[in-house]
C-alpha cells in the first residue's frame, strides 16, 4: 500500500483512536474532528496503512476546495519519525512543485522533514519550536473578578473587523478577517467590553482545537484581563468536556510561567512547530508569482504569533 485516503467511516474511527491518546494527540484530534463535522472542509485524509497507521496526513483535495488561507497547507502527524520519512517520499502522496506549509509537525520530526524536502529541491524554514500546555485539573479555574464598567461576553463575527484591523498593515488583511470571522463563527470565543461595546481584550480558537490570538488593548494590559480571557475560555471548553490548550514559543519563559501559575500543564507529546517549503522556480516564475499574488503563507498560521509581538506587543498562545 502506497498510502490510503479514508472515507467518512474510516475517519470516524480514526478520530475515535485518537480521542485515546488525549491530550497529547490534541493537535490532530481537533483537526480530525472538524473535518468530520464539516467545519474544515475540502481537505483528505490520508495514512501510510490502515488499520494500523503510524502517520496521517491531511491535504488538500485541490486548491478551490479549500479556504483561502488553507490552500497550500498539509496537516502532519506520526507516531515514529522514521516512518514519516519515508512515507512522505511515496509517489503521489505530496506535490512537490508547489509551495508547501506543513503544520503541526512534532518538534524532533523537523530534521528528518528537512532531510525529505532538500532531496525535493527548494528552500525550507522552520519556526521556533511550540510547547503544548494543557489544563489537566479535575475541576475549571476559579474566575477572577471582573473590573466595573467591564462586561465578560464573547466576540460575535462583526467583530472581525476589528480583529482585523490590528492587522491592518500586513498583506492579505482582507483574508485574515475571512479568517476571524471564521473561527468566531464555528469555535468559542472570549472579549471583554467596556460599557459602549468596545473590545477591550478578546481572545478565541484556532481550528485544531487550540487556545490563540490573545490580545490586550495597551493601556489594560496591567489589569488582569489575560487571567480572566484564559479562566472564561478554559471553562467554556471543559464544560464541553473539550481539552483547554494552547502553544507556547519555547523561549518564553514569562508566558510558560504565567501559564503554569494559572494551572496549564506541559503536555511533552504534543510540543510542535510549522515547517515551510518552498521549491526552487525559475526567476521569470519568481516574478511572475510575486507580481499575481503573495504567498498564503504570509496570512496564516505561521505568521500570526509574529505579527502579534511585532504590531501588538502580546504573545500569541497557539495551537
Known amino acids: 500500500m502506497i498510502y490510503k485516503i479514508l472515507d467518512k467511516k474510516e475517519i470516524g474511527e480514526l478520530k475515535e483512536e485518537l480521542s485515546c491518546g488525549l491530550p497529547g494527540t490534541a493537535k490532530i484530534y481537533y483537526v480530525i474532528r472538524n473535518a468530520l463535522d464539516d467545519n474544515l472542509s475540502g481537505f483528505e485524509v490520508v495514512v501510510d496503512n490502515w488499520p494500523k497507521w503510524n502517520c496521517i496526513l491531511l491535504r488538500p483535495e485541490s486548491s478551490d476546495k479549500v479556504l483561502n488561507y488553507f490552500k497550500q497547507t498539509h496537516i502532519c502527524h506520526t507516531k515514529s519519525v522514521s516512518a514519516l520519512k519515508y512515507f512522505l517520499q511515496r509517489p503521489g502522496l505530496i506535490d512537490w512543485s508547489q509551495p508547501i506549509n506543513f503544520t503541526g509537525v512534532p518538534s524532533d520530526v523537523i530534521p528528518v522533514l528537512s532531510e525529505v524536502c532538500r532531496k525535493h529541491g527548494g528552500q525550507i524554514t522552520s519556526k521556533e519550536s511550540r510547547l503544548m500546555y494543557a489544563w489537566s485539573r479535575p475541576t475549571p479555574p476559579d474566575m477572577p473578578t471582573i473590573p466595573d464598567g467591564v462586561t465578560l461576553s464573547a466576540l460575535k463575527p462583526e467583530h472581525a473587523k476589528v480583529l482585523k484591523s490590528d492587522w491592518a498593515k500586513q498583506s492579505n488583511a482582507d483574508e485574515l478577517e475571512g479568517y476571524f ?126 505579527l502579534l509581538k511585532n504590531q501588538l506587543g502580546v504573545p500569541l498562545v497557539n495551537i
Open 181 to 306: 470571522r471564521s473561527v468566531i463563527e464555528k469555535f468559542e470565543s472570549s472579549c471583554l467590553l467596556d460599557k459602549n461595546g468596545r473590545i477591550l481584550a478578546y481572545i478565541c480558537m484556532q481550528y485544531n482545537g487550540s487556545i490563540a490570538m490573545i490580545y490586550v488593548l495597551p493601556e489594560f494590559r496591567k489589569e488582569g484581563y489575560f487571567d480572566i480571557l484564559i479562566s472564561d475560555l478554559t471553562r467554556k471548553l471543559l464544560a464541553k468536556s473539550d481539552i483547554a490548550y494552547g502553544f507556547i514559543p519555547s523561549n518564553d519563559t514569562s508566558l510558560i510561567n504565567t501559564s503554569r501559575k494559572l494551572g496549564f500543564e506541559w503536555v511533552p507529546q504534543g510540543n510542535m512547530t510549522w515547517t515551510r517549503f518552498t521549491p526552487n522556480v525559475p526567476r521569470k516564475q519568481q516574478q511572475r508569482a510575486a507580481f499575481e499574488s503573495s504567498p498564503v503563507s504570509d496570512v496564516f498560521p505561521e505568521n500570526l504569533d509574529t
